[in-house]
């Protein structure tokens, strides 16, 4: 993914979901002489993102996506890694990304894509729950759309199929504190687990299906 980013390594580039900062601390290995500004919505990962990477070279925002982005001045480049399909509308995404992006500036992203989690998601459903709104899965067609209407352009956007298998004996943890996430957070200890059972009961195997959505992209120059 760092490696999308066409770099001379003196640029300032938003990490737009930066969580602990694993993938932010490769970053600045790209970026001897320049800044990264690592922006989250969840001040305790901004915290933890800050124990690993110290306050050389790094600004920190705690911030929602979905909101105009408290980032001064625009920035060269876009980092993003497994956060926008935790964004509910991706046409506002992109218009707030695009805001603080320098005319010409990078776009490189990867997040869920079209079919994502599908048997996860046929399992919660046949327990009578849904996913609802709460993540979103896009085609690249759509998404080339949306870009294409706030402002970027070229475009490469595609997916790919990733699926991972997980070790039997982890396998309902995992489904418990990753893939269902917010739908069992007002659930009892207990039910969740009792949950996350009924959920791996149904799928077929100790495996997710992820399907990833990869963008690269740069904000169209206005200028000749």
Same mark, same amino acid.
């Given at each position: 993914m760092v490696g999308w980013l066409d770099l001379d390594g003196d640029e300032r580039v938003l990490d737009a979901g930066c969580g602990t900062g694993r993938v932010t601390q490769r970053l600045l290995e790209r970026l001897p002489r320049g800044r990264v500004v690592a922006l989250d919505g969840s $001040?305790?990962?901004?915290?933890?993102? +800050?124990?690993?990477?110290?306050?050389? *070279?790094? /600004?920190?925002?705690? !911030?929602?996506?979905?909101?105009?982005?408290?980032?001064?001045?625009?920035?060269?480049?876009?980092?993003?890694?497994?956060?926008?399909?935790?964004? $509910?509308?991706?046409?506002?995404?992109? +218009?707030?990304?695009?805001?603080?992006? *320098?005319? /010409?500036?990078?776009? !490189?992203?990867?997040?869920?894509?079209?079919?994502?989690?599908?048997?996860?998601?046929?399992?919660?459903?046949?327990?009578?729950?849904?996913?609802?709104?709460?993540?979103?899965?896009?085609?690249?067609?759509?998404?080339?759309?949306?870009?294409?209407?706030?402002g970027f352009g070229p475009i490469d956007v595609w997916l790919h199929d990733e699926p991972t298998p997980i070790p039997a004996e982890d396998f309902e943890a995992f489904l418990e504190t990753v893939c269902l996430g917010g739908l069992v957070d007002a659930m009892s200890a207990p039910e969740r687990a009792a949950f996350a059972r009924e959920v791996a009961i149904r799928m077929p195997g100790p495996a997710i299906d992820y399907v990833r959505l990869n963008i690269r992209a740069r904000k169209r120059d206005p200028r000749p």
């Open positions: $001040p305790s990962m901004i915290e933890r993102a +800050r124990e690993r990477l110290g306050e050389d *070279r790094v /600004g920190y925002v705690v !911030a929602d996506l979905m909101e105009p982005l408290p980032v001064e001045g625009p920035v060269d480049a876009i980092l993003s890694t497994a956060t926008f399909h935790w964004v $509910p509308d991706h046409d506002v995404l992109f +218009r707030n990304l695009a805001d603080v992006l *320098r005319p /010409g500036g990078q776009l !490189a992203a990867q997040c869920g894509g079209a079919g994502n989690i599908a048997s996860v998601e046929a399992a919660v459903n046949d327990l009578g729950y849904s996913f609802g709104g709460n993540k979103t899965f896009a085609t690249p067609e759509q998404t080339r759309a949306r870009l294409e209407a706030a």
